[in-house]
């Protein structure tokens, strides 16, 4: 899928490489990642969260810090980058709704 982003200083090609939504822990589809640079982003409104990305050995690559939230409290979000290339898989613990995704930017 691919979105045109703009401002008033340039366009930028927005390309999403993955996309999940659970309400518990989830390990996703495998997708490929060529060229760089990637950001996860990530909204859930349970009560942990926890994202990782797995390498093609299965081991994280990166994770994001746990975040944690009372049913009073704003959905937790976040965002952050990983480079490629490889295949690569999406680990989440969750407790809760959740929803990732995986963009590529380019200009």
């Known amino acids: 899928m691919l979105s045109l982003a703009a401002?008033?200083?340039?366009?930028?090609?927005?390309?999403?490489?993955?996309?999940?939504?659970?309400?518990?822990?989830?390990?996703?589809?495998?997708f490929e990642a060529l060229n760089g640079p990637f950001e996860i982003r990530w909204s859930a409104t349970g009560g942990?969260?926890?994202?990782?990305?797995?390498?093609?050995?299965?081991?994280p690559k990166i994770a994001s810090d746990p975040q944690s939230r009372l049913d009073?409290?704003?959905?937790?979000?976040?965002?952050m980058s990983f480079s490629g290339p490889g295949k690569f898989k999406m680990a989440v613990e969750a407790s809760g709704p959740w929803?990732?995704?995986?963009?590529?930017?380019?200009?």
């Open 7 to 30: 401002n008033s200083v340039h366009a930028q090609v927005i390309n999403l490489l993955f996309e999940a939504r659970a309400a518990d822990a989830k390990v996703g589809e495998e």
């Open 48 to 59: 942990k969260f926890l994202v990782k990305v797995l390498g093609e050995n299965g081991q």
């Open 72 to 79: 009073t409290e704003p959905p937790m979000t976040g965002k």
């Open 99 to 107: 929803d990732v995704r995986v963009i590529q930017q380019g200009r």
